[in-house]
């Protein structure tokens, strides 16, 4: 089973607010949008002076989910989350220490990490899902899930040796296997919006595919 994140910039998987010094820690602001395309898409590896140190919240908030997103398509999560992220996923993904402050200044705990997710797989099958291109030109084969519609069918034979992965040809994307998410239930941290995946199953004998929910 998988699981689809909601990477839509509403909602409490998106969390307000600006980084703090970030505009003197890297004062290129060429550099800084550029980064902002690598937060969002796990384009490449960073270094750590390419991650923000503070972001600080501009609402109050009683808590946050295990993992959100920020400003310029940051990916943050709480530790209980990258604790689990990497038992199952060991050394799999990149985490920066990252300071989440509440509007009062408070820091937030648990403490939090940058995530950058690098690893894709070619799991969706475009015919049985909800997707679109982003744009019109044909030489161009990036396409977007259409959240609302919670409506994507994953092959699970290209995703048996990962649990936390972005889709290659799906910029933005971010999914998780069930044992991940699963997991992370029993933290009893909030959890972050993300919606239940159909699986292509191949019969053996017939070479006709059906699908399981």
Request: aromatic share 10%; hydrophobic share 35%; net charge neutral.
């Amino acid at each position: 089973m998988t699981y689809v994140f909601n990477l839509q910039i509403v909602g409490p998987q998106f969390q307000t607010g600006g980084f703090v010094g970030f505009e003197e820690q890297i004062p290129d602001v060429s550099m800084r949008a550029s980064l902002s395309n690598v937060y969002a898409e796990g384009t490449r590896q960073l270094v750590s002076k390419e991650i923000p140190k503070i972001f600080k919240l501009d609402k109050a908030r009683d808590s946050l989910p295990a993992s959100f997103m920020v400003q310029n398509g940051l990916y943050i999560v709480q530790k209980p989350f990258y604790d689990l992220i990497e038992q199952l996923d060991p050394c799999l993904h990149q985490f920066f220490p990252i300071e989440v402050r509440h509007r009062n200044g408070t820091p937030h705990d648990p403490p939090c990490y940058a995530i950058n997710v690098t690893e894709t797989r070619d799991s969706i099958v475009d015919q049985q899902s909800s997707v679109e291109k982003f744009v019109t030109n044909p030489k161009n084969t990036d396409k977007h899930i259409i959240y609302y519609k919670k409506d994507i069918t994953v092959d699970p034979s290209t995703i048996s040796d990962i649990h936390l992965w972005r889709e290659a040809r799906y910029p933005q994307s971010l999914l998780m296997s069930d044992e991940l998410r699963d997991a992370l239930k029993e933290t009893g941290l909030r959890m972050p919006r993300c919606f239940k995946a159909k699986t292509l199953k191949v019969k053996e004998k017939k070479k006709n595919y059906d699908l399981c929910v």
